[in-house]
C-alpha cells in the first residue's frame, strides 16, 4: 500500500500571544531608549551613555565604537553625520532592519528560525567577516584617508 | 503504520511521514510544541502540543488528539535487530517521504531547513555591543552557510550552536558590563 492520502486542509495562520507580549514589553523599552537617545547627545561630555568596553579599556576603537553616536545623528536624521561616526553601521543598518523585521515577524508567528539569513551565499558573510575586520584596522590607523573612519 | 501524518514546521507543508518518524522529528526539535501537524481524520491542523505525548509542552485549552499511533511509537525505541512494533517496514512499502535521520541532538538533513546561523545577532552585537566579541559569531555564521551549502549538515549544525554560543558571550558579557559602568557613572555625580 502506497501512503495515498488526502490533501491536508490549508495550513492556518496563528499569532503566539506570550510572543506577542514579549515583543511589545521590547518595542516599550526600544521606544524608551530612543527617545532618550534623541535628546542626549553622547558626544557631550559627562554623557550618561556609555563609552564603548574596549576604547576604555585599551584606546583602542573596536568595530562598533561610534554606533551610540551614529545612532544619536540617525534619530535627527543625519544619514551623513551618523556615516562618520560609524560607516559600518549606516552602512549594514538596511540590511539589518530587513532582517530584524523578519526575525520578529516569525517569533510572533511561533515560526522556526529564519532559515533565510543561512541561505545567502556563503561568500557575501566571509566578505562581511572581511569587511569588519579592515574596517576594526583601518579606523585605528593614523593618517587622513583612514582617520575619517574613526567614530 | 502507514505515513499518514503531515506537519507544517516553516508554514510549509511537509510529509507525509509515519507516527515513528513523527516522534523522532519532535524529539530533534524540528517540531516545536507550536508546530502544526495533521493527519487524515483530523477536521484541521491542530498544534504539536495537543496531541497526546508527542512534545513536552502543556496543552493548551481546546481539542485534544489522543492518538494511538503515536503512543505506540512513544514506546521506548528496541535495537533495530529486535525491533518490534516502534517502527516496522512492511515488505513492499517504500516510505513516502523519507526523513534522513541521523541521532537525537541534529534535526536537519538534505531537504531540510539549514541551521540558524545567528547572522542579524552577530551583526547587532558587532555594532551595539561596543564589545568585538560579535566577530567570532559572524565567522561562526559564516561557516554555517559554507557548510551547509557544502552539504556538510553535522557541521553546519556545529557551528551555528557556536555562532549561538558567541551572540551569548557577546550580549551576555556586554550588556551587563555596560549597565555597570552607567550605573557607576550615574552614582558618581
Redesign the interface.
Known sequence: ???R??N??P????W?RRRIGLLGLAAVALGAAAVYLHRHDPSVP?S?????????ATGLY????G?TRALHELLHGQWRSAAGH?L??AA?LPA?AI??AR?TWRYA???????A??????RW??G??AA??VF?IARNLPGPPFSSLAP | M???W?Y????Q?LG?VSAGQLVQLAAAGTI?P?T?I???GL???V?ARQVLGLVDAPAEAGEMVDDPEITRARQPQAPASVQPSANPTWPG??P?APIPYSGPQTGYGPGS????????WA??S???????L??PA??F??Q???K??AGNYAEALQA?QKAKLWCWISFGV?LP???L??LA??AM?
Open positions: 500500500m502506497t501512503a492520502s488526502p491536508p486542509p495550513i492556518p495562520r496563528t503566539c559627562g550618561a551613555l556609555p563609552e564603548c568596553l574596549l576604547h576604555r573596536c568595530p562598533g565604537c554606533s560609524n559600518l553601521l549594514a539589518v532582517l530584524l526575525t508567528r511561533g515560526l522556526p528560525a529564519d532559515p539569513p543561512s541561505r545567502l551565499p556563503a558573510l566571509w562581511l567577516f569588519v575586520m576594526w | 502507514s505515513a499518514n503531515f507544517a514546521p516553516d508554514s507543508q507525509p516545536q507550536d502544526l495533521w493527519k487524515e477536521a484541521n491542523w498544534k512499502q517504500t513516502a531547513a539549514p541551521p540558524p546561523n545567528y547572522l542579524v551583526i547587532l558587532t555594532i551595539f555591543c561596543c564589545w568585538p560579535g566577530i559572524i565567522v555564521a559564516a554555517v552557510n559554507s551547509f551549502q551555528s556586554g558590563v555596560t549597565i559602568i552607567v557613572q550615574v555625580r
